[in-house]
């Protein structure tokens, strides 16, 4: 067996337009932003439930800044300023992973938070 028949699906490619991803991402990181001030500035949402919300909101935040900047790194490599290869660039999309993969961890031990102080 060669390697193209391990590569040969007959699934169609589905292309998302990525100024589509950046629209989701600013419209995401918009409403989390609105959650934390929200949960800040009203002293009736500082219980513990709450702060996991904002945790929570928070993170989703660090998710949002994360993909909208990968999404415009991406549409500055298709107009030709940026190289895909180069090593910064390369080290810059570990750090936006790392940083994705965190904020998602975050978001699950809050949602795990605030199970946790629903059952109690």
């Given at each position: 067996m060669n390697d193209t028949a391990l590569n040969q699906t007959d699934c169609p490619e589905v292309k998302v337009p990525v100024p589509l991803f950046f629209i989701i991402g600013v419209v995401s990181l918009a409403?989390?932003?609105?959650?934390v001030i929200a949960v800040i500035?009203?002293?009736?949402?500082?219980s513990p439930m709450y702060c996991f919300i904002c945790s929570l909101a928070a993170f989703n935040t660090i998710a949002s800044v994360t993909k909208s900047w990968e999404n415009l790194m991406i549409l500055l490599a298709d107009?030709?300023?940026?190289?895909?290869?180069?090593?910064?660039?390369?080290?810059?999309?570990d750090l936006m992973d790392s940083l994705l993969c965190m904020?998602?961890?975050?978001?699950?031990?809050?949602?795990?938070?605030?199970a946790v102080d629903r059952y109690m």
């Amino acid at each position: 067996m060669n390697d193209t028949a391990l590569n040969q699906t007959d699934c169609p490619e589905v292309k998302v337009p990525v100024p589509l991803f950046f629209i989701i991402g600013v419209v995401s990181l918009a409403e989390n932003l609105l959650v934390v001030i929200a949960v800040i500035s009203n002293r009736n949402l500082h219980s513990p439930m709450y702060c996991f919300i904002c945790s929570l909101a928070a993170f989703n935040t660090i998710a949002s800044v994360t993909k909208s900047w990968e999404n415009l790194m991406i549409l500055l490599a298709d107009v030709g300023q940026l190289q895909r290869t180069g090593v910064s660039e390369t080290s810059l999309d570990d750090l936006m992973d790392s940083l994705l993969c965190m904020s998602f961890m975050g978001s699950i031990f809050s949602f795990l938070a605030i199970a946790v102080d629903r059952y109690m």
